[in-house]
């Protein structure tokens, strides 16, 4: 694990530093990677000047620790996340390598849930837990100069619909992604 953790962030390094005379785009697919609540992969749709469809794949409640109470009981371990945003964004300079964008979507997760009236039993009973509701994002998306990648870092809130109204829960990332 460790050593292919250590070849990834090197083969990471390697792209981000390497020269490429392209000019990063907004306005098509790119794909990355995103460290955060959820982490994972992330792909964005660009459409036009100031619209996009932002996807996130991944792991949900790693960043914020595994044990969380939930409902009658507690979260104990990471789940899967799917995450999608309609997004507006914006240039913050005239160069446009600078955008701000905001957004609104939905979240699906699936993680394991001990219930608190099974705590005290001998075997450790776990119930799959499937939960879906809206989230919003905002953030800051940086394209430098002659690069086909961009950064990114944002925050947002995921309220959970189903299973527990109200829920609340931070999401949180930054990120690397691949613009063509």
Same mark, same amino acid.
Not at 25 to 34: D, M
Not at 138 to 165: I, M, N
């Given at each position: 694990? *460790?050593k292919?953790?250590l070849i990834?962030?090197? $083969?990471?390094? &390697? ?5 490429n005379?392209?000019q $990063? +785009? /907004?306005?098509?697919? @790119?794909?990355?990677?995103r460290? #955060?609540?959820?982490? #994972?992969?992330?792909?964005r *749709?660009?459409?036009g000047?100031?619209? @996009?469809?932002?996807?996130? %794949?991944?792991? !949900?409640? =790693? %960043?914020? #620790?595994t ?10 371990s990471? #789940?899967? @996340? %799917?995450q &999608?945003? !309609?997004?507006?964004?914006t $240039? ?8 701000a964008?905001y =957004?609104?979507?939905? +979240? ?5 849930? !001990? ?5 005290? +039993?001998?075997v450790d009973?776990? *119930?799959g837990?499937?939960?879906? &509701?809206?989230? &919003?994002? $905002? =953030?800051l998306?940086?394209f430098?100069? =002659? ?9 947002? @809130?995921?309220?959970?619909?189903f299973?527990?109204?109200?829920f ?5 990332g930054v990120g690397l992604? /691949?613009?063509?």
């Amino acid at each position: 694990m *460790k050593k292919s953790f250590l070849i990834t962030v090197l $083969a990471l390094a &390697g792209w981000v530093v390497s020269t490429n005379d392209a000019q $990063a +785009q /907004y306005n098509n697919w @790119a794909i990355g990677a995103r460290i #955060g609540e959820p982490s #994972g992969v992330n792909i964005r *749709k660009y459409f036009g000047t100031n619209h @996009a469809f932002d996807l996130n %794949i991944g792991t !949900y409640g =790693g %960043i914020y #620790g595994t044990k969380r109470s939930y409902r009658s009981g507690d979260y104990k371990s990471v #789940g899967l @996340a %799917i995450q &999608g945003h !309609y997004l507006w964004h914006t $240039a913050l300079t005239k160069s446009e390598s600078v955008r701000a964008y905001y =957004g609104f979507g939905g +979240q699906l997760n699936n993680r394991r849930y !001990y219930p608190d009236y099974l705590a005290g +039993q001998s075997v450790d009973y776990v *119930k799959g837990n499937l939960s879906l &509701g809206g989230s &919003g994002i $905002a =953030g800051l998306e940086f394209f430098p100069v =002659g690069k086909p990648y961009s950064f990114f870092l944002e925050t947002g @809130a995921y309220v959970e619909l189903f299973q527990a109204p109200f829920f609340l829960n931070l999401n949180t990332g930054v990120g690397l992604r /691949y613009n063509f």
